[in-house]
């Protein structure tokens, strides 16, 4: 029995964090010629728990067939139309050293339902460099630019120092939707969502884990107490107080 694709709900922030995954868990199962998956094995491939994921794919009006499962075909189709991905949407990058220009040459957006259309910098040395087919224009160009190439979304990959004016400008060139990849906080008016990526902040949160793990391998010798700074003290099984 076929479904029909649903008018666009609003998902819950989490629920639409999850789908890029599940979609990514689709794709490989399609080209392994898979035609159905279970919940089972699909919330396992996608690194969540199935009744989650039922609950996910319930808000898009997917509940799958008892003792078949999901159709792979459709259901990537519900998602690609709920995430906006049934167009291959403009992108434009501000900011090619190595960061931008290894965004630039990455080969994975396309197959994402993106292109990146435009590249920015203000450097004059970087200006006409050719990348992946594209030629780095200058940051002043973007308005026409962006207009001609019905931006909507913009990456940052400048230093911190820079990712502000830039921001603005981007938004002042009417893109609505910013990834900023630079190490600080952008302010940006209503109805501009932000996506920030920071490297540094994720291996400093693998650094705590990795810390607790040799703190908790330590307990026994320690006596159960772990010393922090300011005189305070932890036993490595309680979470710290006014966190």
């Known amino acids: ?61 997917s509940y799958g067939t008892r003792g078949v499962g999901y159709d792979v075909a459709l259901l990537i189709d519900q998602i690609e139309y709920v995430l906006g991905l049934t167009q291959r949407r403009a992108v434009a990058l501000v900011g090619v050293g190595n960061l931008g220009h290894a965004l630039a040459g990455y080969a994975g957006f396309g197959s994402r339902g993106f292109r990146i259309a435009a590249l920015f910098d203000a450097d004059p040395g970087r200006v006409g460099e050719h990348i992946n087919g594209l030629v780095v224009r200058h940051i002043d160009e973007l308005p026409e630019i962006a207009e001609a190439e019905s931006i909507a979304i913009g990456v940052i990959a400048t230093p911190a120092t820079a990712a502000q004016s830039v921001a603005d400008r981007l938004v002042a060139a009417g893109v609505t939707s910013i990834l900023n990849f630079a190490p600080c906080v952008l302010s940006v008016p209503d109805g501009v969502d932000v996506r920030k990526v920071d490297l540094a902040i994720e291996l400093q949160i693998l650094s705590f884990h990795e810390h607790r793990k040799a703190s908790l391998i330590a307990l026994p010798a320690a006596g159960g107490l772990t010393a922090l700074p300011g005189g305070l003290a932890a036993t490595g099984t309680e979470e710290a107080v006014g966190s």
């Open 1 to 61: 029995m076929s479904q029909q694709v649903p008018a666009l709900p609003d998902l819950p922030e989490a629920t639409v964090a999850r789908l890029p995954e599940y979609l990514r868990a689709l794709h490989h199962l399609a080209e392994s010629g898979n035609d159905t998956v279970s919940s089972e094995a699909l919330a396992g491939a996608a690194g969540v728990n199935s009744a989650k994921l039922r609950k996910d794919l319930s808000h898009l009006g």
